[in-house]
């Protein structure tokens, strides 16, 4: 069993930078690829970006890319996503998520365990 706990959401004003980060309790934090999804109310939940089990291999979603980092450090059980370059429309609910697999994705259903979520706002 996996537990992530997401932290550093806040208000912001567009044109700022946020980092978040995500804690996860468990021994082989090494064995899971990692993302970040977001969900902004009346849509649905949405990529951002993913990080393999060793962290070199990273991907996004266009509309962050360049702005948004991702990054883990797999002896403190944490994940990041750094945020530059801050826009209104990066508000949202955002999630990290845990996948059992060398393979990273961008599909929510094939993350097997996720965060409570930390409110990211954004003002324009």
């Known amino acids: 069993q996996v537990q992530l706990v997401e932290s550093g959401g806040e208000l912001v004003q567009a044109g700022g930078s946020l980092r978040l980060f995500c804690a996860a309790s468990?021994?082989?934090?090494?064995?899971?690829?990692m993302g970040w999804f977001r969900q902004a109310p009346g849509k649905s939940r949405e990529f951002v970006a993913c990080i393999s089990r060793s962290g070199l291999r990273t991907n996004y979603a266009d509309s962050v890319k360049g702005r948004f980092t991702i990054s883990r450090d797999n002896a403190k059980n944490t994940v990041y996503l750094q945020m530059n370059s801050l826009k209104p429309e990066d508000t949202a609910v955002y999630y990290c998520a845990a996948r059992s697999s060398v393979v990273t994705s961008f599909i929510p259903v094939e993350y097997d365990y996720w965060g409570q979520g930390t409110q990211v706002t954004v003002s324009s």
């Open positions: 468990v021994r082989t934090f090494s064995s899971y690829a």
